[in-house]
């Protein structure tokens, strides 16, 4: 499904310098996998996973997506890549305080040609899916810390894309909670996503 050729990348520090950040990176992806980025601190985590969502498109090499490279992909292109393809989750879970969990998943499709029932409909399927079926009319600062990270979950799946792009996800969660998210997110690898996940 997606598939790292030699890929370098390098930031442009000033007119002068240059910072290489990746180095001949070869690596495959399936769907169905569940892989973690781990690394210390600066080691080009981000980097990677800015190059996969599609948020970064200067870098040397090739990334292929279905045997497809996004690194020749144009701007419209790539914004139909990250809206139809990657599903993003964060660790700070970015929900909206002040609308309920069902209207900040729906939220997600807002953009797409979906109407509004069939948005409604797939957002409680999509919570379902979590387990928040009973939770959907609160407001994110009425759930637990372990719930709004699942919030989060069912607003990336929504799209239903190929490959969800986890930053740390459960970084700000206790052991416990942390077990609970990690299994649902293993269910969703399962279910035949690639689902990468970063970590420090
Ligand atoms: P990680 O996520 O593993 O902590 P990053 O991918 O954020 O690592 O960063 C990798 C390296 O690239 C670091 O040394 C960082 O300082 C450098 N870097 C990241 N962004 C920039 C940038 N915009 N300009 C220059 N250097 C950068
Ligand atoms: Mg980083």
């Not at 240059?18 to 169905?32: M, R, Y």
């Not at 981000?46 to 020749?72: H, P, R, W």
């Not at 009319?137 to 810390?145: A, V």
Request: positive net charge.
């Amino acid at each position: 499904l997606l598939e790292l050729k030699n890929i370098n990348k390098s930031y442009k520090v000033n007119e002068k310098q240059t910072f290489q950040a990746l180095k001949d990176i070869n690596v495959s992806f399936e769907k169905g996998e569940l892989v973690s980025i781990i690394g210390e601190s600066g080691s080009g985590k981000s980097t990677m996973m800015n190059l996969i969502g599609g948020l970064d498109s200067k870098f040397d090499g090739e990334l292929l997506v279905a045997g497809k490279n996004i690194g020749g992909f144009s701007e419209k292109q790539l914004d139909a890549y990250r809206k139809d393809k990657i599903g993003f989750v964060f660790q700070s879970c970015n929900l909206i305080s002040h609308l309920s969990i069902l209207e900040n998943v729906t939220i997600a499709l807002t953009l797409s040609n979906v109407g509004k029932e069939e948005r409604t409909l797939r957002a409680k399927q999509a919570l379902a899916q979590v387990g928040l079926e009973k939770h959907i009319h609160k407001k994110p600062n009425q759930l637990s810390g372990g719930q709004r990270q699942r919030v989060a979950i069912a607003r990336a799946l929504i799209n239903e894309p190929e490959i969800i792009l986890a930053d740390e996800p459960t970084g700000a969660l206790d052991s416990e909670t942390t077990e609970q998210v990690l299994n649902i997110i293993k269910e969703i690898a399962s279910k035949g996503k690639l689902v990468i996940n970063r970590r420090d």
